[in-house]
């Protein structure tokens, strides 16, 4: 059975995960214990297979706890992420149809509004503290046995899509009421792709809500690794984490990369990275200089996957045939990919650009929209999320951009990611996001909102500098006519940049017929130009 339990009882005293920079440390023999008294208290709660919870917590000890015992009880679970406002996780609670809600006292302000905005959640708990309103999850818990609940089956999250093209969808694969133990067989292959086993210590630097970061820890577990939880990305704090543990497995985003390799280079060698055998990225396209210089500098334990939180396929790649394929994440493990016209029926040859599909891969659902459900899939049952890109001779796939963020200029196509990944490598950008903004000849002109490294530096000249640098390295008609600064993009932890928001204002602001431009001066303010 690939489960916690069986590692609860043949090595008790095992470490399961571990809080860093907090120290709490939790075995085998407790995550059990402990959870099993959080399955009692949601039968005592009235749930029952199939009914809803919702997460909204920091990487708190408390967190996979939570997670196993909704999942031994045959629970729909959904994490929902700390950065959202009020209206949004109101939404998500409503739309999962959660009866439970569960938060944390750091996150009390938050949850005290949301007090009254939750009507059909009967049951408010909060981990670490209490606020009016909300009753004690440790001290309820405490009263329950820590033996197993009578009817165990799986459970399953129900994971909301980040929203950066409209409303966050939540997204339900086929699973729940299986015997306890069983999982996916696609979760079964990236197991063995990995090498995840009792000896893997994996290193989680991002936040628990995510898909990948909380499937992956819970992969681990059940294999009977050990989970190094990271409370906040830090860079020189994870690095130092490897060493410290051991850690033979991570997983990361291309911002960490970044964020990793613009460490000098006295910080970025303080660290004994040997124990490392696998490092996975996946979220976000890196950019193809920067991935050279992990594996220069890690050497070749790199892979990247390409997958999403549907789950409908997994494509991946390792360091060696990367650098033999530069800017490819992979061929596919899971399903087949199928490149797509603009309607999804006719299939492209081989080097042309358009929608991916997958066939055969894993199904899924968006809750409580058929219609969504129904978009995503063509003629012959094969889905897709919306990414565009083309695949080679070979069978490698490779990523142009997501079909919402693509510009049309004049009739030409022109994908974003290709310029943020020529930005990023400029000294002076610590971010970057470019899009499409009206102009009245060409339908769309490309624009770019940079967070610079200081912003000090934010102004005509930089503009100017910035344009400059992309167009060594791109056609013109491709490089930002205009360049705007905030002190800080809103991206999430994750590594996806919520590209909507900044985007909106430069839509809203010309049907309200004025131009829209950051504040070269101001702390992220806006003015019109």
Not at 16 to 38: D, H, K, S, W
Not at 98 to 118: H, I, N, P, W, Y
Not at 186 to 204: H, R
Not at 341 to 369: C, R, T, V, W
């Amino acid at each position: 059975m690939l489960h916690p339990r069986t590692h609860a009882l043949q090595t008790p005293e095992k470490l399961a995960y571990i809080m860093e920079p907090g120290g709490e440390r939790v075995t085998f023999r407790q995550l059990e214990e402990r959870a099993n008294r959080c399955a009692h208290l949601f039968r005592d709660l009235g749930l029952r297979t199939g009914d809803h919870i919702a997460i909204f917590m920091e990487n708190h000890p408390r967190y996979l706890e939570l997670t196993w015992a909704a999942q031994r009880a045959g629970l729909y679970y959904t994490p929902i992420s700390y950065r959202l406002a009020v209206p949004e996780i109101e939404y998500i609670v409503k739309d999962c149809g959660a009866k439970v809600f569960l938060t944390s006292q750091a996150k009390g302000d938050l949850a005290a509004e949301l007090r009254t905005r939750m009507p059909n959640v009967h049951t408010r708990l909060m981990a670490g503290g209490t606020i009016p309103g909300f009753d004690s999850y440790e001290g309820r818990a405490a009263k329950y046995p820590t033996t197993p609940i009578a009817d165990e089956l799986e459970g399953q999250d129900i994971l909301y899509s980040s929203g950066t093209t409209g409303r966050p969808k939540g997204i339900v694969p086929p699973l729940l009421g299986s015997p306890l133990g069983t999982i996916h067989p696609a979760a079964q292959a990236v197991i063995a792709k990995y090498g995840i086993n009792t000896g893997t210590v994996y290193l989680s630097p991002a936040p628990l809500y995510h898909a990948a970061p909380l499937r992956f820890c819970m992969w681990v577990l059940r294999a009977g690794g050990t989970v190094i939880v990271e409370e906040h990305f830090d860079p020189l704090e994870a690095l130092s984490l490897i060493e410290k543990y051991r850690v033979t497995h991570s997983q990361w985003v291309p911002t960490m990369f970044i964020r990793m390799l613009k460490l000098t280079e006295q910080e970025r060698k303080r660290s004994d990275l040997s124990s490392l055998r696998v490092a996975i990225h996946a979220a976000a396209p890196c950019p193809i200089p920067v991935k050279e210089q992990m594996i220069q500098w890690w050497g070749p334990v790199i892979y990247e996957y390409y997958s999403s939180t549907e789950g409908n396929g997994f494509v991946e790649i390792n360091s060696q045939d990367w650098l033999k394929h530069k800017g490819s994440v992979g061929r596919a493990l899971v399903g087949e990919v199928h490149i797509m016209d603009e309607d999804g029926e006719k299939e492209l040859s081989m080097g042309e650009i358009g929608q991916i599909y997958f066939a055969n891969g894993p199904p899924f659902e968006y809750h409580n929209d058929p219609e969504k459900t129904a978009a995503a899939r063509n003629s012959k049952g094969w889905s897709t999320v919306g990414d565009i890109g083309f695949v080679n001779p070979e069978g490698y796939v490779y990523l142009t951009d997501r079909k919402a963020d693509m510009i049309i200029s004049g009739g030409v196509n022109i994908y974003p990611q290709e310029i943020e990944n020529v930005l990023i490598l400029h000294p002076k950008v610590a971010d970057v996001a470019v899009f499409g903004i009206p102009n009245e000849e060409f339908g769309e002109e490309v624009k770019a909102v940079v967070q610079p490294a200081n912003m000090a530096d934010a102004g005509p000249q930089m503009e100017q500098e910035l344009i400059a640098f992309c167009s060594q390295h791109l056609a013109k008609f491709k490089c930002p006519k205009t360049v705007d600064f905030e002190r800080e993009l809103p991206r999430h932890p994750t590594g996806k940049l919520f590209k909507r928001l900044l985007k909106d204002r430069y839509w809203s602001a010309h049907k309200g017929g004025g131009g829209f431009a950051v504040s070269q001066k101001d702390s992220g303010g806006t003015r019109k130009k």
